[in-house]
């Protein structure tokens, strides 16, 4: 097989990072105190705001701003009628992430999210009003349903890891070194993404993207390395999660690069970055380990648009 073209030389790295802290669903747990909000409508007052009338109604601002098609500034004008959805609405507390409130509610937070139409960056905010499934839709719920709200997905780690931030409190900057950021802190993304991926490791690909049979899908590749192979960051980034909450991956890496784009490094080991640091194209994040399926050394690679896998291959280096 032709080799891979190396990419710069990565950065000189220094004593693996410690073990990573608990993360934030596990620090700030959620009190499950959602109000019941029956449907009305509410005529604008004088100094009214859409947060002002949320506060008031105890419906979402967002909700009510979709369901009324009002569209960013978010104006609204005396006397205006304003239909207030009905519905259960939970109010986010600073700290809070989606997967505890989903957790707290027994349901999945990729339903919360879709009910509220959340896009990147996926940051809550201190006061903001999540919509729920209706105590219908609840008890209606399968027993696997029910279980799911507690199985983790790398979708979940998108989208529903970062603690809410208080009001006008700012992400914080990306750090420079394995010194992980606390879990309570919401770590800023980069704003633009620098331009391409390289290959983390050099070696065979075990396991293509996409179906697999038996209605299962790889939702990246599977690339074969020595165990130890140091696996390097696949383009410019900030790390956003390490950690083994999802068993399938063993230890797992996730790097955010801006623009909505992610990384995901699974069957990680001898780790060496931490929650919160940035790092460039080609430094070394971990070495390779082996599946907790085959026991094969290997690495599994993904590659993200938001929530969504793309097949990394259409966005790496031809390897010919």
């Known amino acids: 097989m032709t080799p891979i073209a190396p990419g710069p030389p990565p950065p000189a790295v220094s004593e693996a990072a410690p073990t990573p802290p608990p993360p934030a669903w596990q620090v700030r747990v959620v009190t499950p105190d959602a109000i019941e909000v029956t449907a009305s409508t509410y005529v604008v007052k004088k100094g009214d ?46 700290g ?41 839709e609840v008890a209606g719920m399968s027993a696997d349903q029910r279980a799911a709200a507690f199985r983790l997905d790398i979708e979940d780690l998108i989208s529903g890891s970062e603690p809410a931030l208080a009001t006008r409190e700012k992400p914080a900057p990306p750090v420079t070194t394995a010194k992980a950021v606390p879990p309570t802190v919401t770590v800023a993304e980069p704003s633009r993404f620098a331009g391409r991926f390289d290959w983390p490791v050099r070696g065979p690909i075990l396991r293509s993207f996409g179906n697999i049979g038996s209605g299962q899908r790889n939702d990246g590749i ?3 390395a020595a165990l130890g192979t140091p696996i390097a960051a696949a383009a410019d980034g900030v790390v956003a999660y390490v950690g083994q909450d999802i068993p399938a991956y063993g230890t797992l890496i996730l790097l955010r690069h801006g623009d909505g784009w992610l990384s995901a490094y699974g069957y990680a080991d001898s780790i060496t970055v931490a929650r919160g ?20 050394p290997q690495l599994h690679f993904e590659i993200r648009n938001g929530v969504k896998p793309v097949n990394p291959i259409g966005y790496l280096p031809s390897r010919s």
């Open 222 to 224: 599977n690339i074969g």
């Open 96 to 136: 809070e992430t989606g997967i505890a409130i989903s957790r707290a509610y027994g349901v999945e937070w990729g339903r919360i999210a879709q009910l509220n139409e959340l896009e990147e960056p996926y940051v809550l905010r201190e006061g903001q009003r999540l919509m729920l499934p209706s105590s219908k």
């Open 49 to 94: 705001t859409l947060r002002a009338i949320s506060e008031k109604t105890g419906a979402g601002s967002e909700t009510i701003a979709r369901v009324n098609k009002i569209s960013p500034p978010f104006k609204i004008i005396i006397g205006q009628k304003l239909a207030i959805p009905a519905g259960r609405y939970h109010k986010v507390g600073k």
């Open 277 to 296: 640091q940035k790092v460039v194209r080609g430094q070394t994040i971990a070495k390779s380990g082996v599946s907790p399926y085959s026991g094969q």
